[in-house]
């Protein structure tokens, strides 16, 4: 059973910045593509970012891009996403996920395991 658990999240003015952690207990982490998902009241779930199991590649979604940069460390079993320059709408709860060997892509039903979540805060 993989286990994911979130860290990092909190409250920021606009424009700060906050770095997101995810912790895997797996014993091969780097058989994972590993995601960033996101969910605002009342907002369905959205894709943030992805990260293949060789960081070779990362994508985002425009809404973020060029403000959050998505990294992991295999030897560490976990993966970041740190976010500048915050915007209020980017207020939500953030999730970690995990897909195992394969593309986990932009939707949810693409990964496997999930964190239970960090709250992420931007005040205006």
């Known amino acids: 059973q993989v286990q994911l658990v979130e860290s990092g999240g909190g409250l920021v003015q606009a424009g700060g910045s906050l770095r997101l952690s995810c912790a895997a207990s797996?014993?091969?982490?780097?058989?994972?593509?590993m995601g960033w998902f996101r969910q605002a009241p009342g907002k369905e779930r959205e894709f943030v970012s992805t990260?293949?199991?060789?960081?070779?590649?990362?994508y985002y979604t425009d809404s973020v891009k060029g403000r959050f940069t998505i990294s992991r460390d295999n030897a560490k079993n976990s993966v970041y996403l740190q976010m500048n320059s915050l915007k209020p709408e980017d207020t939500a709860v953030y999730y970690c996920?995990?897909?195992?060997?394969?593309?986990?892509?932009?939707?949810?039903?693409?990964?496997?395991?999930w964190g239970q979540g960090t709250q992420v805060t931007v005040s205006s």
């Open positions: 996920a995990a897909k195992y060997r394969g593309v986990g892509g932009r939707q949810s039903n693409g990964y496997d395991y």
């Open positions: 797996v014993r091969t982490f780097s058989s994972y593509t």
């Open positions: 990260i293949t199991w060789s960081s070779a590649s990362t």
